[in-house]
């Protein structure tokens, strides 16, 4: 299985991105899809998670202001960023977490200036 984020780029503080993730395999039905981010000389964070059955989890920081969803039929997972923060610059991953295995895709670069 291989994932590929995608949709950063630079935006002003308030700004808005749609972050989207690329799977290569028909299994998002089944599957548990994860954004996480890393910013610059911090640790991966978890930002959002949608389950198989499509309820979703979101930290505190990006609760309200994030979304995460998906289109089963396009192997795609989404995550609409808006009211963007400078603290909220980091490379953002998918992931995906299937049959007992958890994927990981190239991150995406997202910088929001002040």
């Known amino acids: 299985v291989q994932l590929q984020a995608f949709g950063g780029g630079l935006v002003q503080a308030g700004g808005s991105l749609r972050l989207s993730c690329a799977v290569s395999?028909?299994?998002?039905?089944?599957?548990?899809m994860y954004w996480h981010r890393q910013a610059p000389g911090k640790q991966r964070e978890w930002v959002a998670t949608?389950?198989?059955?499509?309820?979703?989890n979101y930290a505190d920081s990006v609760k309200g202001r994030f979304t995460i969803s998906r289109d089963n039929d396009e192997n795609t997972v989404y995550l609409q960023a808006k009211s963007l923060k400078p603290e909220d610059t980091a490379v953002y991953y998918c992931?995906?977490?299937?049959?007992?295995?958890?994927?990981w895709g190239g991150g995406t670069l997202v910088t929001v200036s002040s």
């Open positions: 992931g995906l977490h299937y049959s007992g295995a958890t994927y």
């Open positions: 395999k028909s299994i998002l039905s089944e599957s548990v």
């Open positions: 949608i389950t198989s059955g499509g309820s979703t």
